[in-house]
């Protein structure tokens, strides 16, 4: 399990290191960190819990006409497939998904005022869980993370086309558009029109037809996903801070507004998660940039240095421990365990 260890490790020092690495001068370690994180992520071989339920997409989409692809639900993913069937196979697609994810992961990151607390943070769960088991929403993550990235300035209309590339990955994505007009600062009531007339299309295009099944699936059966819960309450405590904190977290706004938002949703998925627990799992998926948006503004809390290293090195190892313990104790860990790249295998 070292290669995840060094996943960690590398954002951590970089966090403890702040004189040699600055996020504004020093463009190169995130090149770095994009490339390696993408590859590890992208060209991993049979890992992830996940890893066998995405082959019959790559099978089935091997069989498909170009015309038949695209019409596919979720047809991002499946024409994605389509290419892959014809050439890279299952590791070209994962390629492709870790690129995105990546892609908004540092995007995100180094909109915050401690960018590289922001990514240590984002290992444990998000890049090595999500990001090598839940590939279809890793991508659709990938895509929310740049769109709050762009919501967060104000641009509405960016963060709902994102949102959308997102769905055509995983359609519960959509499930973020009205988080857009929740957000507004100016011209409220057009927005919220414009959302939910939006939200209502993407409903119609993306969701309808699966409805019913989802339905079933998610509601009626109950299923239960293991560990919902305690990824839920992963979200609850940086959205307490935020709520609690929420002018020192983020001064700005328009900023503020976006992210008590943020925090309420994630506050109702406690209540929710025992009743529904994988259909609020997956919706908890969308609410992890929560975490690094919040961790990595905590040292704005303190009033002392001497507060403030305590508070970063109290976040490096809450995270090291959420890490320690889902690798050694997960339920599903297993199918992470040991890594394999797939040049080597």
Known sequence: MWPYWLMFLF?????????RLKSGQAWVPWVFVFVVFTLMMG????????????????????RLDFDEAIRQPEAGYFLLNWVGAKWGGIHFVNLVC????????????RQQPWPWLALAVAVPYMLIVVGMGYTRQAVALGFALLGLVQLGRGKTYQFVLLI???AMFHKSAVLLVPIAALASSRHRLLTILMVGALTALLYYLL????????????IVSRYQSQGGLIRVLMNIVPAVLM????????P?????????WMSILAIICFPLVLIVSTAV???ALYLIPLQLFVFSRLPRLARTSKTRTFLVAGTLFYYASVQFVWLNFGVHSQGWLPYQFMPLW
């Open 11 to 19: 954002p951590a020092w970089a966090v403890l290191m702040p004189g």
């Open 43 to 62: 060209l991993r071989h049979e890992v992830g819990g996940d890893w066998g339920n995405y082959l019959p997409y790559l099978e089935r989409a091997g």
């Open 98 to 109: 870790a690129v995105v994810l990546m892609w908004g992961t540092v995007r995100f990151c």
């Open 164 to 166: 959308a590339l997102g």
């Open 207 to 218: 969701l309808a037809d699966n409805s019913e099944v989802m339905w079933e699936n998610y």
């Open 243 to 250: 709520l609690v904190f929420a002018k020192r977290i983020a």
């Open 252 to 260: 700005d706004g328009r900023e503020r507004r976006l992210w008590i």
């Open 281 to 283: 799992d997956r919706v």
